[in-house]
C-alpha cells in the first residue's frame, strides 16, 4: 500500500504524466491544428497573439479559476501553476471542439447523453454522490459552495422548482454550463443530488470530458465546502486551517479503498475516499483498477496512520 502526505489539491489524484501521455498528446495535437481566431470565437476565450503571430496563449475561467493554454504548444496553467491532467485534458478538448455557447434551458443528465451507459454508476458514485453526502442534510453549505464558484440560482421553465430544492448555474467553462439540483428530504422521500449538462453538449464534447467535468465540478464544491468549514474543518478542539488535507493511503482495489475508510470511522477520523475520474472514464487504469486515494485532515494524519497500523497488525 503507497503512502504519501503533504496537502491536496480537490482533484489532486489526476495525476500528471505516465498513463496519461497520449491522451494528452492527442488533444494537443487537436488543438495545434485548430485556428486561434475561429478557437476564440466558438469557445468564448481571449487569444493573445505573440509577437511573431504564429503562436499565442487563451486565456479565460474554469470555475473562477484563471487558465492559461499556450498555442500551439498547448501547456495548460490554472491559477498560475501547470494545471492537473483531468482539467488539462477537458481543456484542451473544450478550446478544439467547441461550437458556441450553451445553455440550461434543454438540460439532460448524464445518463440523458447517447453511449452514456457505460459510464453512469461511475458518475453516480464519484460526482453526484458524494455532493449528496456532503449537502444533503446541509443546504446552506450547498448554496455558500456554489455561490463561491461563481454559480447563480436557475429555474428550468419544463421542470419548475420544488419548495426545498435549490437549482443552481455553474460556469464551469464559458460556453459550458453546469446545472445542479440539491432535492431535501421531504415527506418521507429521500435527498437527492442531479447534475445537469446542456443537451447538445452530448454532440459536441467527447462524453468521457463531460464525466471528468462533473467530477471535477463535485470535486471543487466539496473544497469550497471545506475552505468555508464544512467536511474538513477543525473539530474537537484540534486546531487546524479548514482545506488542510493530506493522502493517508493510495491503493488501486476499490473495496480496499472502502474498507480502509470503514475502518477509520469506526475509530472516529473523519476520512473521504478520492477515486481517479480519469481511470474510470478514460479505460486508463493500473494493473486493471483505477487509482483510489484516502483523504484524512492533516490534524488526523498521525492518527490514523496509527489505527491502520494497528489493524493491518492484527488480521
Known amino acids: 500500500m503507497g503512502r504519501v502526505?503533504?496537502?491536496?489539491?480537490?482533484e489532486a489524484g489526476f495525476m500528471n504524466g505516465g498513463v496519461y501521455d497520449r491522451a494528452l498528446e492527442e488533444a494537443r495535437?487537436?488543438?495545434a491544428a485548430a485556428v486561434p481566431g475561429v478557437v476564440?470565437?466558438?469557445?468564448?476565450?481571449?487569444?493573445?497573439?505573440?509577437?511573431g503571430g504564429g503562436e499565442g496563449i487563451f486565456r479565460f475561467a474554469l470555475l473562477g479559476s484563471q487558465v492559461g493554454v499556450t498555442y500551439p504548444a498547448g501547456l495548460v496553467s490554472e491559477g498560475g501553476h501547470e494545471a492537473l491532467v483531468a482539467p488539462t485534458i477537458v481543456v484542451l478538448h473544450y478550446l478544439a471542439r467547441s461550437a458556441g455557447p450553451l445553455d440550461?434551458?434543454?438540460?439532460?443528465?448524464?445518463q440523458g447523453f447517447p453511449g452514456a451507459n457505460a459510464y453512469v454508476a461511475a458518475f453516480r458514485a464519484h460526482a453526484e454522490a458524494p455532493?449528496?453526502?456532503r449537502f444533503g442534510e446541509d443546504p446552506e453549505a450547498y448554496v455558500a459552495a456554489a455561490r463561491a464558484l461563481g454559480g447563480a440560482p436557475l429555474e428550468i421553465?419544463?421542470?419548475?422548482?420544488?419548495?426545498?430544492e435549490e437549482m443552481w448555474r455553474l460556469p464551469f467553462l464559458p460556453h459550458l454550463p453546469l446545472g445542479l439540483r440539491l432535492g431535501l428530504a421531504e415527506d418521507g422521500l429521500p435527498a437527492d443530488c442531479v447534475m445537469v449538462f446542456p443537451r447538445r453538449a452530448g454532440y459536441i464534447y467527447h462524453l468521457e470530458d463531460l464525466a471528468v467535468a462533473g467530477e471535477i465540478l463535485s470535486a471543487r464544491l466539496l473544497a469550497?465546502?471545506?475552505?468555508?468549514?464544512?467536511?474538513?474543518?477543525?473539530?474537537?478542539?484540534?486546531?487546524a486551517e479548514p482545506a488542510e488535507v493530506a493522502v493517508l493511503a493510495t491503493v488501486y482495489d476499490?473495496?480496499?479503498a472502502e474498507i480502509i475508510v470503514s475502518r477509520l470511522r469506526s475509530a472516529g477520523i473523519e476520512a473521504v475516499l478520492r477515486h481517479d475520474a480519469l481511470a474510470t472514464v478514460y479505460g486508463l487504469t493500473v494493473d486493471g483498477l483505477g487509482r483510489n486515494d484516502i483523504l484524512v485532515r492533516v490534524v488526523d494524519l498521525e492518527e490514523a496512520r496509527a489505527a491502520l497500523e494497528t489493524r493491518e497488525g492484527g488480521m
Open 157 to 164: 421553465r419544463e421542470a419548475p422548482l420544488q419548495a426545498a
Open 5 to 10: 502526505s503533504g496537502a491536496a489539491r480537490p
Open 224 to 239: 469550497a465546502a471545506g475552505a468555508s468549514g464544512g467536511f474538513f474543518a477543525a473539530g474537537s478542539g484540534k486546531q
Open 254 to 256: 476499490p473495496m480496499e
Open 29 to 31: 495535437r487537436e488543438l
Open 131 to 133: 455532493l449528496l453526502r
Open 104 to 110: 440550461l434551458d434543454d438540460p439532460v443528465r448524464f
Open 40 to 51: 476564440s470565437a466558438a469557445a468564448g476565450v481571449a487569444f493573445e497573439a505573440g509577437a
